[in-house]
């Protein structure tokens, strides 16, 4: 069952990440020396989809890049592993979409995020029978900011749940930020929401998980994970909670640019193979440390074999 090839259609940002490692992030007016950088594909539908395709599964990403010296370096890693370009948009005018991470080793963060070629991702192009064919619509939530982008999500969405292919929405730090409670709508019709700690208060407007989730099943919500770090993640339905500890790993976190993405993979492709959910979110607990063990969103390979060793 764990061998099932899922067909995974996927909408979200495909990118540029610089990555800095500092001592500490610089106060204003500040010059400070990286003590490591490196430049990485990544962006949530790219991670996502990479990771997916490294599970052996089908996937056609949905994203758009601009007509630049980036746009094939943003796209490495998803020509590598196999994932289907023919939902990928170029842009003539708009760029590739790049993020700067700065991030220190007490694990603070802050970033740059331009999505640029991504948000004008046009809907017109989107073809219905690839969706309706698909056994698995995975959105990203960036692809609600805004703009065209918004449109091809939401149609996406729409056209999903008519033909009865699950959806799955990951929601981002920056998207909440952006977008906030306006989510809500969307995230609750969804059939899996992914999330963390930080996003599922902002989403709610709570102050606790307990009652961010009452405030999301009051809302409709189906099934809701919440991914709490070093924790692990919470799995919750109208009728159970659970938490689900995480996976312990012998290599040192690096990076964590990207876990998050690479537990989305996870999750769906084991829910998408029948697993209880409490053991999908546990794969996607292995999935998220594993990533993080190396420098980059899409740098480290991992395996079902391996993820199922973890747990």
Do not use: C
């Not at 790219?46 to 630049?68: C, E, M, N, P, Y």
């Not at 952006?178 to 059939?191: F, H, I, P």
Request: charged share 20%; glycine share 10%.
């Amino acid at each position: 069952m764990w061998g099932l090839d899922v067909k995974f259609y996927v909408i979200g940002d495909v990118t540029v990440d610089h990555l800095y490692h500092l001592d500490h992030l610089p106060a204003p007016g500040e010059e400070v020396a990286p003590s490591r950088a490196t430049m990485q594909p990544g962006g949530a539908g790219g991670t996502i989809s990479v990771t997916l395709a490294r599970l052996g599964h089908s996937v056609t990403l949905a994203a758009r890049v601009g007509q630049d010296a980036l746009a094939d370096f943003a796209l490495s890693g998803v020509r590598s592993s196999g994932v289907s370009e023919a939902a990928v948009q170029r842009d003539a005018q708009a760029l590739t979409s790049t993020i700067t991470v700065m991030q220190t080793p007490d694990g603070k963060r802050a970033m740059i995020s331009y999505g640029a070629a991504n948000r004008e991702l046009d809907a017109s192009k989107l073809k219905k029978k690839d969706v309706e064919g698909a056994d698995a619509l995975i959105i990203s939530a960036y692809s609600l900011i805004g703009g065209p982008q918004r449109e091809y999500s939401l149609k996406a969405m729409g056209i999903a749940q008519k033909a009865g292919v699950p959806v799955f929405m990951d929601l981002g730090t920056g998207a909440v930020n952006a977008v906030g409670m306006e989510l809500l709508d969307s995230a609750v019709s969804a059939d899996y929401l992914l999330l963390n700690q930080h996003e599922l208060l902002a989403l709610t407007g709570t102050h606790s998980i307990s009652a961010a989730l009452i405030t999301l099943g009051a809302r409709g919500a189906k099934k809701v994970i919440v991914k709490v770090g070093p924790m692990g993640s919470i799995i919750w339905t109208p009728d159970d909670t659970e938490l689900v500890d995480a996976v312990r790993v012998g290599a040192e976190v690096v990076d964590t640019t990207g876990a998050g993405d690479a537990f989305v993979a996870a999750f769906a492709h084991a829910a998408l193979n029948g697993r209880p959910l409490a053991e999908a979110a546990r794969l996607g607990n292995a999935a998220g440390v594993l990533s993080a063990t190396s420098l980059g969103a899409q740098a480290r390979p991992m395996s079902v074999s391996e993820l199922e060793a973890l747990t």
